[in-house]
């Protein structure tokens, strides 16, 4: 069996990373979605737990996807879940220069571990987690970014976290 792992932050899932992960799943026996808790940016919107849920509720339709949570490094639970392989959406060359240099490291915690960069489609190429959040503090249409399952979740929690602004 060809299991891979899509690791990231997902703070929120977006139209990119769902984009991302059905092709993944097209191409790959199992799919595991790991929200990964990144030391730099521990102060996301969303909480760890919360974040997998919504991954959940966008992904059901696709039954080779499994979505999990992790505060270890990726190339740990990499080995811990005999994946052999990480998938990464790449937006940009700036992605690029970022990613191969977590996949050398990943490479050299795992020796067994490869990464394959699956590029972003260019309806996508300006989407981020960040863009979507800021989008959405101003009330923006959401519509074209994220899941329309999660879109008034999203709004929620942009409005809670201001104060109900």
Known sequence: ???????????PVTLGHLDIIKRASA???????????NSAKDNGLFTP????????KVTEDLPNVRV?????????????NRARVLVKGLRAVSDYEAEIQMAMVNAKLYPKLDTV????????AFLSSTVVKEMARYGAELSDFV???????????????????
């Not at 191409?27 to 808790?37: G, K, M, P, Q």
């Not at 960069?117 to 996508?124: A, E, G, M, N, V």
């Not at 899941?147 to 602004?165: C, F, H, N, T, Y």
Request: overall charge positive; aromatic content about 10%; hydrophobic content about 40%.
């Open 27 to 37: 191409i790959f026996d199992e799919l595991i979605v790991c929200v990964s808790v």
């Open 68 to 80: 999990d949570c992790s505060r270890e490094l990726v190339a740990e639970y990499a080995k811990r």
């Open 1 to 11: 069996m060809k299991r891979a792992i899509y690791p990231g932050s997902f703070d």
């Open 49 to 56: 737990e919360e974040r997998t849920e919504l991954i959940r």
């Open 147 to 165: 899941p329309r399952q999660i879109i008034e979740q999203v709004r929620a929690k942009v409005a809670a976290a201001a104060g109900g602004i």
């Open 117 to 124: 960069f699956l590029y972003t489609r260019p309806k996508y």
